[in-house]
Structure formats: C-alpha cells, structure tokens
C-alpha cells in the first residue's frame, strides 16, 4: 500500500507539471499572438495613413495644375528658409467628392479627410507646399532654376499613426522648349528647306510619346539644331533622316538611324562628362531615362477668374477696340463666325499686364499695344498676319537669310505675348495685305520712281533714295527725296509755268492727266492680261487713282521733289484703297496685293540687306493649344504631313487667291515656344487643300522671354505642368501632426 500510494503521488504531480508546463507555454503562444496581432495592426494602420496622405498630396498636385501659381506658403516667387507665412487667399479648385472630404482653406495648409467605412475609420490629412530655394545655371538659356522646384510635405493621420511624405516638385513651363507636342513630334513637319538646311536654334525639344526626325520629301535639305539644351520623350526616339546638333556647350554630333532607340545599346545621348562622371546627357528616350515633362490641359476657369489683371471678356457684342464679326470664315468650318481681333500697325509698350479672354474664334494680327499680354481663346485663333513685331524695325538677314543680325528685343522690336488656345492655333496667310505691307511699301516707292523717269537714274544714286543699305533693324528712315535734278517726269512737271499765279489752281486742276504721268497712270490701273498686272498694282477705284495723279502732280510741279514722308503718304492711300477693295465684292485677281510677292522676293534677292525686304509674316509669341493632331501625317521623309496652316489658294470662305509662285519664297517666322498639348478633339479633317504652302520657309526661333518667372515683359497667368522628381516617407508622431499649420 505504501509503495502504491508512493507512486501516485508522484504521477499526480508530473501531470501537475505538465499541465503547468502546457499553460506556460499556452501563455507565451497567446502573448505572441497578441503582439503579432498588434503589430500587424500598426503596420495596417501605417499603410492606411500612408495612403491618406497620398490622396492629400494628389489632391495638391491636381489644384496646382489648375492653379499654376498655388502655394500653401510664401509665394511661387521668392524662396525662404523653413516654412513661411501662409499663402494669400487663393481659389480651391477641387470639391469633396465621395469619400474624399476637403476644407476649402482660404490660405495656409491644405486639409481634408477620407472616410474609410470598411475600417469604421477616419482618416485625416495636411498638405503644405513652398518654392525651394536652388541656384541658375549659367549655362542654360531654357530653364529658371530658381522658380523651378517646390518642397511639397503630406501628412496622413488614422487614429495615433501618422505618416508623412517628402517630394521635390518640378515645374516644368512651356517656355522651356522650341517645341512640345503631347503625343508625337515631328520635327520634319516644320519643314521644307529645299535650297540650303533650315536652322532650329535654341531651347528643348520634347515629344511625349515619340520624337521624330525626318524630312518632307526628297527635295528637303532638313533642318540643323543650333545650341540646344535637351532633346528628350519619355518613348521613343527615330531619326528617319540625319540632323546635325550642337549644343550649347559646343558638343555636336548627328542624330541618325543608326544611333536612335531602334537599337538600345546603340543609343547616342551625347552626354556631358567632367573627370570621368557623367554630367548631363543631352538625348534621352525612355529606356535612358528621360522624365515624362508632361503640361496639363489648359483650365479656362483660372483664366475667367483671374483677379490681378481681371480678365477683359470678348463675346459677341463686345465692344472692344479693333474687336469686330469678321467677314472671313475658316473653311474648315466655315458655319463658325470669327471675329477680327486687329491691334493696329503702331508699335507701343505700355507699362500694363492684360489679359484677354474670349468665349469666340478670334482673328488676330498687329502690335497688342502693353508690355505684357496673354490672350486666352475657348475656340481656335488664327494668326491672320504679322503678330506683335515694330513694323519700324524691318527685319535685317545674315548672310543665306537664315536669322536676322541682331535678336529681337523686348521694348523696341517686339512686347511679351502668350495665345494660348482650347483649339488649334492656325498660321493665316490668305490676305497678304495683314503680313506683306511694310515690303509692299519699298517695291511701290520703286514702281513710283521708275514711272517719275527712275530707269535714267544711276541704280547707286536710285538706291540712295529708294532702297539704301541697311546694316541694322533701326527705324531710321535714311531715303533721299526724289528731285527734278534726277527724275525726268519731275523735271517737267516743275517746269511748267507758275506766273502769273493764277496760271497755278488751273494747272493743278489738269495735272492728273499731264502727259508725263502716262506710266503712273498706267501702273495703278487694271491691265488688260494677268501679266501686264504682274508688274502694277492695280486699283479699281478711278477716284482714287486720280488722287494719287493729282498728289504727286501737285507736289512735282510746285516744289520739284518728293520726300519720302510725302511719298509714303501716297502710298500708305495706295495700299489702305487695296485692302478696302478686297473686301468688297468677289476676290479680283488684278488687285495689287495678289502680284506684288514674286516681284518682292526678286528684288530682295537681287539687292539684299538694302530697303527691300524678304516677304515674311512674322509672329512674335508663346503659342499654346490644345487639339488633337486631325490632318493628314506620315512619319516618313515625304510630303504628307499637314500643318495648322491657311492661305495662298482660291477660296471663298476666306476671300483668297494665290499670291506667289512655287519658284518664289516667302518666310513664316515664328520667334516663341511652339507648344502642341493634344488634349482635345480637333474638328475638321486637314488634307493639305486649304493651304499651299510650297513657297513657304518656316523660320523657328527660342525666345528667353518665357523662361523668367515674372517681369516687365512676361504675360500674366503662365501655365505650368509639374512632376514628381525626388519621394521620402516616415513615420512621425502625432504630436507634430497637431504642429502644422
């Protein structure tokens, strides 16, 4: 019994200690659990907070790219040190939706919540956003450093856990590039140069899809990139044809098929290295590496609701002066009425910023008259002539006319204009008499000498009077007067009697029809063949005709000269009776305006870097739309792309007829950011038939006007894209949640 009773307690109490063992180990296992629970649970809640400061700092990012100047702190001007005092009043673009629920703070921090019913949660989130201070590049012509990058801080709240996220924001501007497309750029669309390569000169090209280089057909000699800064697309670049590049360090090189994406290994960034590091690539394609530098569509809600300036609406109705219906209609849709927007031919820089805004498809060309303009347009604009350049300060060519001799300069060539577009931007060159006035005025003080007895006069002495040197773009008026000393019709005429005085208002009276007038007479009246009209410039009105006779006569006889302030008095009246006569009725043919332009471009070939100018439409602007590519476009070297352009063809829509021939030339120069957003639907298929642009040399130059953040000379209301370049996420305490403000 002993023995037995010995071995049970000792049975009893090894089951004790397994049991107790058991529930040691039980009590660990749960105690892991719950710590495994727990910490699972803080992990969750890091990942949801996380997310509920990305929806914050999204909801930032969207709001500045409807506001391209919105800051929470400071301003979008000037950098500071840590984080400044909040921002003035600003309009929030963005409203709750759904889940999403925002504040609508005036000023200061941006703030907001998301509701995550799943979870029986809230979460909360504060979004502050600042310009960073950072240094100019010497180097670059293209890019503000110092306005460029922004310090945007998120952070997310659920419960206790907060999360917080770091960025560097770029800011990335349309005066940045020569030329953007959001989808494809073909740089060959901008040709052809069939005598001799064109130039591009200065700034970025970028093409968000696909970058091309090729040509427009067999006869184009392409074009040369002169000191560029970037040539990049987040896709794919081909060179169908060789380009020649140099860039603005010096370093040249060619892009060809050889060294394009189709191959990546032998890709030609034709980088930059110092001391065996690379520096700056200058080619990228995505696989290399290019950011995506995407701008966002235009918001006309940031333009409508401007403050300082406060936009000046244009609508039908408006009363707005040079504003007017125009008679003229884009065949492309001819049903649309468009409205004349013409600034006049007087060059003038007030000290103003405007900004105008139209709900109508405008018709824009003469010299905006203030420092600073942007014209924000919800239908297409056509640039219907000369655009914003002193017709006092004629255009000087270098030697193959391929860049004047001295830049354009803000306060005396030209002022500061941004167009930007929900359509397209068209380049209008249907009435030569809104682009080609100041050249037509020198071939008409030509004509005018040689019908006043000019064929007997030395062409030195003739160019003297006529068409002297130019060696600048100066207003200076150096022209002599014609004198009864060199000029036979004059002599004759100031040598008729003028005793006794009575004999004058008589022989005034008859002088239109002075036999010595025949040629004058004969040059301003209808020939009776298209050739003989080649070589006048015909006006119908018999009225004024006899004016000009009785003008000229008058001023021949009485003083034996004729200034040149007198003569373009005379052939101001000339043109301005021109314009007048094609607008009324058909198009007429015989009118002066539609057979001056070979005649131009002959006699500026034949005495250059004098009076004569080449005929040219000169556009000086920012120009931003936003239409789909819809014309027709092949990527090949052929002749097959079409661009936004009207003019020189019979139409009646927009009362044309073809002013030069195929054998002749005459430049489309655009100096300003061509920037091609694709946002929006494009109406109207392009075929190529509303245009004959075989005569047409495209001239594209960078202008630094648009690279600065502000100025005397910059638009107001800029637009902006920006993208995400640098990324850091942490945890922080709630306490410093509570902190920002």
């Not at 997310?51 to 702190?73: I, N, P």
């Not at 303009?373 to 914003?388: H, M, Q, Y």
């Not at 006092?392 to 941004?418: C, I, L, W």
């Amino acid at each position: 019994m002993n023995k037995y009773h010995s071995g049970s307690g000792q049975a009893i109490l090894a089951i004790v200690m397994i049991c107790l063992v058991l529930g040691i180990l039980a009590g660990a296992v749960l105690t892991f659990q719950r710590g495994q629970i727990a910490l699972l649970s803080r992990s969750a809640r890091d990942y949801v907070a996380l997310s509920v400061a990305e929806a914050g700092l999204h909801a930032v990012l969207a709001e500045m790219r409807a506001d391209y100047q919105f800051v929470t702190h400071g301003n979008p001007y000037i950098p500071a040190e840590g984080w400044p005092s909040a921002s003035e009043n600003r309009y929030n673009h963005l409203k709750s939706f759904g889940l999403l629920k925002l504040d609508n703070n005036e000023r200061g921090t941006y703030s907001g919540s998301v509701e995550l019913p799943a979870m029986k949660l809230t979460g909360k989130f504060k979004v502050r956003v600042k310009l960073i201070k950072s240094q100019n590049s010497p180097d670059s012509k293209t890019v503000d450093e110092s306005h460029r990058y922004f310090l945007l801080e998120a952070v997310g709240r659920v419960e206790d856990t907060c999360r917080k996220i770091s960025t560097v924001i770029e800011k990335v501007v349309p005066g940045n590039f020569l030329f953007y497309d959001g989808q494809i750029l073909d740089v060959g669309g901008y040709g052809p140069y069939r005598v001799s390569p064109g130039e591009m000169k200065t700034g970025r090209l970028y093409g968000h899809e696909m970058l091309i280089f090729s040509q427009r057909g067999t006869f184009d000699r392409g074009a040369e990139l002169r000191e560029m800064e970037r040539i990049s697309t987040p896709g794919f670049i081909r060179a169908e044809s060789s380009v020649h590049v140099d860039f603005y360090n010096g370093k040249r090189g060619t892009i060809k098929p050889s060294n394009d994406s189709t191959d990546p290994d032998k890709f030609e960034t034709f980088a930059e290295y110092k001391n065996g590091k690379l520096i700056d690539p200058f080619v990228l394609d995505g696989y290399h590496g290019a950011r995506p530098q995407k701008l966002p569509p235009l918001n006309p809600e940031y333009y409508k609701k401007a403050r300082r300036p406060a936009p000046t609406i244009l609508r039908a109705g408006s009363s707005f002066k040079g504003f007017s219906e125009s008679k003229w209609r884009c065949p492309a849709n001819p049903t649309e009425t468009v409205y004349d927007l013409f600034f006049g031919w007087e060059y003038k820089n007030a000290d103003d910023k405007v900004l105008l805004y139209s709900e109508v498809p405008l018709r824009i060309w003469g010299c905006p008259p203030w420092k600073s303009l942007t014209i924000f347009c919800e239908k297409d604009v056509f640039i219907a002539g000369d655009f914003n350049a002193n017709p006092d300060n004629p255009q000087n060519y270098n030697v193959g006319f391929k860049d004047y001799s001295k830049e354009p300069r803000n306060g005396t060539d030209k002022n500061g204009v941004a167009v930007l577009s929900m359509g397209r931007i068209w380049f209008d060159y249907s009435n030569p008499m809104n682009f080609l006035r100041n050249e037509m005025q020198t071939l008409i003080d030509y004509d005018l000498a040689m019908a006043l007895g000019g064929e007997d006069v030395n062409v030195l002495v003739l160019g003297g009077i006529v068409f002297p040197p130019r060696l600048s773009t100066g207003a200076y008026d150096k022209r002599l007067p014609m004198t009864a000393l060199n000029f036979s019709v004059i002599n004759s005429l100031f040598s008729m009697p003028k005793q006794p005085p009575e004999i004058i208002p008589v022989t005034t009276a008859g002088i239109a029809l002075h036999p010595a007038l025949e040629k004058l007479r004969d040059y301003l009246k209808p020939g009776s063949t298209p050739e003989e009209n080649k070589n006048r410039f015909v006006i119908k009105s018999a009225l004024r005709r006899t004016a000009v006779y009785e003008g000229v006569g008058a001023r021949c006889y009485m003083t034996g000269t004729l200034l040149a302030g007198a003569r373009d008095k005379i052939i101001d009246s000339i043109m301005d009776q021109a314009e007048k006569e094609m607008q009324e009725g058909e198009p007429d043919p015989s009118l002066g305006p539609w057979n001056i332009a070979d005649r131009l471009f002959q006699m500026a070939l034949k005495y250059p870097r004098t009076g004569f100018r080449m005929p040219e439409m000169t556009v000086n602007a920012l120009l931003i739309d936003s239409a789909e590519l819809n014309a027709r476009w092949s990527m090949g070297n052929n002749t097959s792309k079409v661009r936004n352009e009207l003019g020189n063809v019979a139409n009646p829509h927009m009362r044309s007829l073809p002013f030069i021939g195929r054998d002749s030339r005459f430049f489309l120069r655009h100096m300003g950011s061509m920037i091609h957003l694709r946002t929006r639907p494009a109406k109207g298929y392009l075929d190529g038939s509303l245009r004959n642009d075989q005569s047409v040399v495209r001239r594209n130059i960078f202008d630094t006007t648009f690279v600065r953040g502000g100025g005397d000379y910059h638009p107001p209301y800029p637009m902006a894209g920006f993208t995400i370049i640098s990324w850091k996420d942490e945890s922080i305490p709630a306490e410093e949640y509570d902190k920002i403000n």
